[in-house]
């Protein structure tokens, strides 16, 4: 997973690469996790939760990861969770749609290991950042040789 931040006029912007399609949603989740929570969270404090489950269908990669990375905030804002990006590897799926374009989901396994890993911060945590939205930038899911990457606007909020 990686990610770096990239010149953009009003709000952040961030580069979201990876080997693989699954690994740039892996790292547009480190990237949103890192904006809000800026390195505060333990991961010995994560919980295993099986109801976090998600599908997401768009006709290109970077609608897929502007519409998870609006997931998250959504899952952020009404419920203070943040997703362990390690679980998006070993609980997500990618598949091409023929027609159709592509569908994210997260997938359920056995019990024990069913749903993503999952932050959930104090009611009086004070994320870094306040964004309105994600939102693709121009020149976005392309492919230099084998390195995958993504630009990403997260739009805050004024």
Do not use: C
Request: no cysteine.
């Amino acid at each position: 997973m990686k990610f770096r931040m990239i010149e953009h006029a009003a709000d952040l912007a961030f580069r979201l690469e990876g080997d693989s399609w699954l690994e740039v949603v892996a790292s547009g989740t480190e990237a949103f996790n890192t904006l809000l929570a800026g390195g505060r969270i333990v991961p010995e404090t994560a919980r295993r939760s099986s109801d976090e489950q998600v599908e997401i269908l768009a006709e290109s990669m970077d609608e897929v990861i502007v519409q998870w990375i609006n997931e998250l905030l959504f899952l952020f804002e009404s419920r203070r969770i943040l997703v362990d990006p390690g679980s998006i590897l070993e609980q997500g799926e990618l598949v091409a749609q023929e027609g159709e374009g592509y569908l994210f989901r997260t997938v359920k396994g056995p019990v024990e290991s069913s749903g993503l890993r999952t932050w959930r911060l104090p009611a009086e945590f004070v994320p870094g950042a306040s964004i309105r939205k994600a939102e693709p930038r121009p020149g976005v899911a392309t492919d230099q040789g084998r390195r995958l990457w993504v630009n990403v606007v997260f739009v805050l909020n004024r």
